[in-house]
């Protein structure tokens, strides 16, 4: 069974930093390319980076310059580096990926920035 596994979150203080693993399981196919989302509670899950197959990039302008999106060179694994962090980027952090043609998503990190 295909899955998309990711880790990484906590509890860390404003302007502190963290680091993402998006990880793919039970898959011969590498990850082509993947977005992160993120949900905060009452609020509708919001996009927040993507990395093509080519390994372009984009940023939703709430996260520019602070989150960087990147993956290893085998494929299987997609990182959301976290600079910077902010108490508004209290969310749970999904990550959902492109292998195969088909799309998975993970079952979600939980990331809480104290003030």
């Known amino acids: 069974q295909v899955q998309l596994v990711e880790s990484g979150g906590g509890l860390v203080q404003a302007g502190g930093s963290l680091r993402l693993s998006c990880a793919a399981s039970g898959t011969i196919f590498s990850i082509n390319a993947a977005n992160w989302y993120r949900q905060a509670p009452g609020k509708q899950r919001e996009w927040v980076a993507r990395?093509?197959?080519?390994?372009?990039?984009n940023y939703a302008d709430s996260v520019k310059g602070r989150f960087t999106i990147s993956r290893d060179n085998a494929k299987t694994t997609v990182y959301l580096q976290m600079n910077s962090l902010k108490p508004e980027d209290t969310a749970v952090y999904y990550c959902?990926?492109?292998?195969?043609?088909?799309?998975?998503w993970g079952q979600g990190t939980q990331v809480t920035v104290s003030s």
């Open positions: 990395i093509t197959s080519g390994g372009s990039t």
């Open positions: 959902r990926g492109e292998l195969n043609t088909y799309l998975y």
